[in-house]
């Protein structure tokens, strides 16, 4: 079907906004205080900042690839999802944003990695690009019942930043390269209006994760760089909190020995990859353009990168570097502007549907996201910013709040933590035992206590792990069908072939026509 094209050759979407999402892998927030740090080379994402509402306190829903992902889907917390982990199934009954827009008449594409786990490798988009850069299987299921088990063949170590480095061609490149590629040309696509419908291309990288290798050309950018040491250097082991402890141990720290090259090693090559990623994201932005075609344009990562700050790395963790992410919308009728207040990537979805005029009335009760639009007009913050965790490093679920100054967080193994994120942005002082804040510490476990029943939520984590790790094992024996995604290329509908008219086929699949 060709859509109806208005006076500049672009489809006619009957007024409904198309989206384009870009979600990055690992990215730390605290590097977008307003847009991009000045001193990162981005000047693709530099721009789009400049149209954008910048969100400078926004947090995962849970700091791990996959409970992030799904909770940023689905606008649900992991303890409603039951993505606990990297190898949780996301479970295909729950809606996601993929599944709203698609109910209201969109086309739906995903590019890149999203980290479902199942047999479900859809979840609302109707088609997909490329596999994923990660297994959908059960294969990385922690153990409850295994307190400081390392799963060395699948856990993070400390080799990312002693292997830190140049290379032009790595497992990581090779996928992120695709990912650009297949979505570009999706973009471009799409500017044929063979399909009426307005569209929403979620284009989804793994980089800047680690490992932490970069390409020659964008290394460079960093030679002179001032901000490859860490703002606060690593401290004794004993100094941490207990759960920073259990991540020390996950990441089997006593194997390595990290020095200061290896640290801005690591951290340059980090910083390079930020910038490869510009240029990927620049590729696609400028076909957006040259096609004519609009849309809003949402850029978000599903957690940070602790980056050697306390000598902690990756994520994992509540902390700013781990927890705090990039978030930016560019919508017609949302001003620029810089907005302070606490955000989630819980209220992804019920942003893009409130974008789009797609009510959530029938799944409200069930979701833990709220609209941003109101807080990006102005209106006031949100209710407090809830985050939780349950997966590798953790020997029980821990969960957290964010609101205004104040970060709390709590596990049934550990002190409670309260830090104030103005006075104290690095999380140095933990405040929870100072008696000048016993009301703010009081008001903050109300607030947990009414919101979770952690004896409950240990108990559903400790069942799911149990069932999967039966299930897995099981499936290794015998034949192995894998849930993988495996792209369909329907070459036979592609270039020429004899069931085709040639001049409708030209016609049809020029972009624009009669120039």
């Not at 007024?15 to 690992?26: A, C, E, K």
């Not at 200061?260 to 696609?284: H, P, Q, V, W």
């Amino acid at each position: 079907m060709q859509a109806h094209r208005t006076g500049d050759g672009r489809p006619d979407t009957d007024g409904r906004p198309n989206i384009l999402i870009f979600m990055v892998d690992q990215l730390n927030g605290t590097l977008f205080p307003d847009g991009p740090a000045d001193w990162l080379h981005l000047p693709n994402l530099k721009r789009l900042a400049a149209r954008s509402v910048r969100f400078a306190n926004a947090y995962t829903a849970s700091p791990l690839c996959a409970p992030g992902r799904a909770s940023f889907m689905s606008g649900q917390l992991p303890s409603r999802t039951g993505v606990y982990d990297n190898a949780a199934e996301f479970a295909s009954d729950i809606p996601t944003f993929a599944h709203h827009l698609r109910r209201a008449g969109y086309q739906t594409a995903l590019s890149g990695k999203m980290h479902f786990v199942g047999p479900d490798q859809l979840h609302g988009f109707e088609e997909r690009l490329t596999t994923d850069v990660y297994p959908p299987d059960f294969g990385w299921t922690p153990d409850y019942r295994k307190p400081g088990e390392r799963i060395d063949w699948w856990y993070h170590n400390m080799g990312s930043v002693t292997g830190a480095g140049v290379a032009e061609i790595t497992n990581q490149l090779e996928y992120d390269d695709e990912v650009a590629y297949h979505a570009t040309r999706k973009v471009l696509d799409l500017s044929r209006g063979h399909d009426a419908r307005p569209w929403c291309l979620t284009v989804s990288f793994t980089h800047p994760h680690d490992p932490y290798v970069a390409r020659r050309r964008f290394w460079d950018l960093y030679e002179d760089c001032a901000q490859l040491s860490p703002r606060v250097p690593a401290f004794a082991y004993e100094d941490h909190d207990p759960h920073s402890q259990r991540i020390f141990d996950a990441n089997d720290w006593r194997s390595y020995t990290i020095t200061d090259k290896d640290i801005r090693r690591a951290r340059r090559a980090y910083f390079a990859n930020i910038s490869y990623l510009d240029e990927k994201i620049g590729e696609i932005l400028d076909a957006l353009e040259r096609t004519r075609q609009e849309a809003i344009i949402l850029f978000v990562s599903d957690h940070g990168d602790m980056l050697g700050e306390r000598g902690l790395w990756f994520k994992m963790s509540f902390l700013e570097g781990s927890a705090r992410v990039p978030l930016m919308i560019c919508a017609p009728g949302l001003a620029p502007a810089l907005v302070a207040a606490p955000v989630s990537t819980l209220d992804v979805t019920p942003t893009l549907c409130d974008l789009a005029g797609i009510p959530l009335g029938e799944i409200a009760p069930w979701t833990d996201g709220e609209s941003l639009v109101p807080v990006a007009r102005g209106d006031a913050a949100r209710a407090p910013v809830p985050m939780e965790y349950a997966a590798e490093a953790s020997y029980a679920p821990m969960v957290a709040l964010r609101e205004g100054r104040w970060k709390y967080a709590a596990c049934p193994l550990d002190p409670e933590q309260l830090f104030d994120l103005e006075a104290d942005p690095d999380e140095l002082a933990n405040l929870a035992g100072d008696p000048r804040h016993a009301a703010t510490l009081k008001r903050f476990r109300a607030l947990a206590a009414a919101r979770w029943d952690l004896a409950r939520f240990d108990a559903e984590v400790r069942q799911s792990q149990a069932r999967r790790l039966v299930v897995y094992e099981a499936l290794r024996n015998g034949a192995h069908f894998p849930w993988d995604y495996q792209p369909l290329q329907k070459a036979s509908e592609r270039y020429m072939r004899n069931h085709m008219d040639l001049n409708v086929l030209e016609e049809r699949q020029r972009f624009p026509r009669g120039e």
